[in-house]
């Protein structure tokens, strides 16, 4: 991981009507780091990462992906990140081979060289017993890591992951993470969303959101250290509960 920010957001601020999904987000993100963006459900994390992969426009600030402006340069954001959806990302009614060879395609990965590289990725994913499956018989952790590796093929610089592992084993969560450390470890930035605060310590830094705002920012070991904390979750109560107990 370098010093070199690859995500830099300024006053970032995002309203729905009189809502506030956002207020005044500040952060960077570096080259190869893993930047967790955790809280609670209904927290913003989805809102912001959907304005970060260009889904959305701010209301106001400023936000640059990988030296594009998030205003102007859209589509050709959107050309060079990975994006995992919260709400499972793969087309039920077709393959896993199907799956891979359409999103491919969007990005222009056809022909012999594609073929070559799906049949290397099924079998790096055990996958050959059920290539030419539907995708939506195959078991949910299978899905997961399926929609992972689509999300990298065309070797994204950054990937966006928002909530990957939600409602998976604990087995199959680590073997996700496996993944997201050998990605980080070629270089690609990873940019994920969760409210589970065990995967915060996975993370080189973490983001911690409540209504909207960053309750907190640091590496995982530097906020137990100053909250006085044994683990994530405990510097997670911390730091919002007492803010949602004002009544």
Same mark, same amino acid.
């Given at each position: 991981?370098?010093?070199?920010?690859?995500?830099?957001?300024?006053?970032?601020?995002?309203?729905?009507?009189?809502?506030?999904?956002?207020?005044?987000?500040?952060?960077?993100?570096?080259?190869?780091?893993?930047? #967790?963006?955790?809280?609670?459900?209904?927290? #913003?994390?989805?809102?912001?990462?959907?304005?970060?992969?260009?889904?959305?426009?701010?209301?106001?600030?400023?936000?640059s992906i990988a030296g594009y402006d998030i205003y102007n340069d859209t589509d050709k954001i959107r050309r060079i990140i990975g994006y995992m959806s919260q709400r499972f990302s793969l087309y039920e009614d077709l393959t896993v081979y199907e799956n891979i060879r359409f999103f491919a395609g969007i990005y222009g990965h056809t022909g012999a060289a594609f073929r070559e590289k799906a049949g290397k990725l099924i079998e790096k994913l055990q996958m050959s017993q059920v290539r030419n499956s539907l995708v939506k018989?195959?078991?949910? #952790?299978?899905?997961?890591?399926?929609?992972?590796?689509?999300a990298l093929f065309h070797e994204p610089p950054i990937v966006f992951l928002d909530e990957p592992t939600s409602g998976v084993d604990p087995v199959t969560r680590r073997q996700f993470w496996e993944m997201i450390y050998e990605a980080a470890e070629?270089?690609?930035?990873?940019?994920?969303?969760?409210?589970?605060?065990?995967?915060?310590?996975?993370?080189?830094?973490?983001?911690?959101?409540d209504q909207g705002r960053i309750a907190a920012l640091d590496t995982p070991a530097r906020l137990k250290a100053a909250a006085g904390a044994n683990d994530m979750n405990e510097v997670f109560l911390r730091l919002v509960r007492p803010q949602k107990s004002t009544v």
């Open positions: 991981m370098t010093t070199e920010p690859i995500i830099i957001v300024e006053n970032l601020v995002k309203r729905f009507g009189s809502f506030v999904a956002n207020e005044n987000l500040n952060f960077t993100v570096q080259k190869g780091e893993i930047f #967790g963006f955790l809280g609670a459900n209904g927290a #913003g994390k989805t809102t912001a990462m959907k304005i970060l992969c260009g889904l959305s426009k701010p209301t106001s600030g400023k936000v018989e195959i078991p949910l #952790g299978w899905k997961q890591k399926l929609a992972f590796s689509i070629t270089g690609v930035t990873v940019f994920i969303t969760t409210h589970y605060m065990d995967e915060a310590e996975y993370c080189d830094r973490v983001s911690i959101m």
